[in-house]
């Protein structure tokens, strides 16, 4: 019999079709799923993974303490957050030493900002842990954009936009490709970023990629809020032809 398993599950940008075999396979044969969400919201990677969910398959719901209420610079961020983990982490370990299987759902790919990457590190001592991979969320945003991204030898640099606004146009200047991501109340701070750094043109917002709500358009026409899940794409210079 195999052990039970901690498996960190990718399911993928947001079209459940992006999804790989193996998560679709664990997904449906895990007796218990895990997944974070919003205090009042049903989960990204839980909707995403909807149709592949046994009835039956217990569910642990990881409700997020906090989210853009409070900043990373909060003293109290950090230690809420960890402790947060912590208990993830132990209502995990209750499943596996009861001898049943965890799938904890994750948006994307696990090791991509990731949240479960913080659970991931707290489970060396309660079993063996497979991460299954999964199509990040910028992969399907520049295939939704129909953008191709790198070309020849151009440096493609993965910026989040919460950093200062000096740091982001000083890498928005040196980058060929840049992909911006967690715009959400960041993204007046990117617009005057890529206009320092003379790339505001060449930037292309996307909103939901893959998902039915997707909107694909450029940087400089959005207006308003941008959610949480959109980002900004700056293709590379196309310099090889
Ligand atoms: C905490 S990170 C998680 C990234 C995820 N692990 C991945 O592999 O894409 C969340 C950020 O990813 C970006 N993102 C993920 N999926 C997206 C999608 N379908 N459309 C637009 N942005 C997305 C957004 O910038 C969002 O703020």
Redesign the pocket.
């Known amino acids: 019999m195999t052990a039970a398993t901690v498996y960190v599950v990718g399911v993928g940008?947001?079209d459940p079709e992006l999804m790989t075999l193996k998560a679709a396979r664990v997904i449906s044969t895990a007796p218990v799923i895990a997944y974070f969400c919003r205090h009042d919201k049903m989960g990204h990677a839980r909707k995403i993974a909807d149709s592949h969910i046994k009835p039956g398959t217990k569910e642990l719901r990881f409700a997020y303490p906090f989210t853009t209420e409070r900043l990373v610079n909060d003293p109290s961020y950090h230690p809420d957050m960890s402790s947060f983990y912590d208990e993830c982490a132990k209502q995990i370990a209750v499943e596996i030493e009861a001898g049943r299987s965890v799938a904890l759902l994750?948006?994307?790919?696990?090791f991509?900002?990731?949240s479960a990457m913080y659970v991931f590190d707290r489970l060396e001592s309660v079993g063996p842990c497979e991460v299954i991979p999964?199509i990040?969320?910028?992969s399907?945003?520049w295939t939704q954009a129909a953008l191709p991204m790198t070309h020849g030898d151009d440096v493609l640099c993965v910026l989040p936009a919460t950093m200062p606004e000096d740091d982001l146009a000083q890498w928005l200047k040196q980058a060929d490709a840049a992909v911006v991501?967690?715009?959400g109340r960041n993204l007046p701070k990117l617009r005057t970023a890529l206009e320092r750094a003379g790339r505001l043109q060449d930037a292309v917002y996307?909103?939901?990629?893959?998902?039915e709500e997707a909107r694909v358009l450029p940087l400089n026409d959005m207006n308003g809020a941008a959610p949480?899940?959109?980002?900004a794409l700056l293709p590379g210079r196309r310099g090889v032809r």
């Not at 994750?106 to 696990?110: F, R, T, V």
């Not at 996307?206 to 998902?211: A, H, K, N, S």
């Not at 949480?228 to 980002?231: A, D, G, H, K, N």
């Open positions: 940008p947001g994750c948006e994307g790919d696990p991509l900002y990731g999964g990040t969320g910028m399907g945003c991501m967690k715009l996307v909103e939901r990629g893959t998902q949480y899940f959109s980002l």
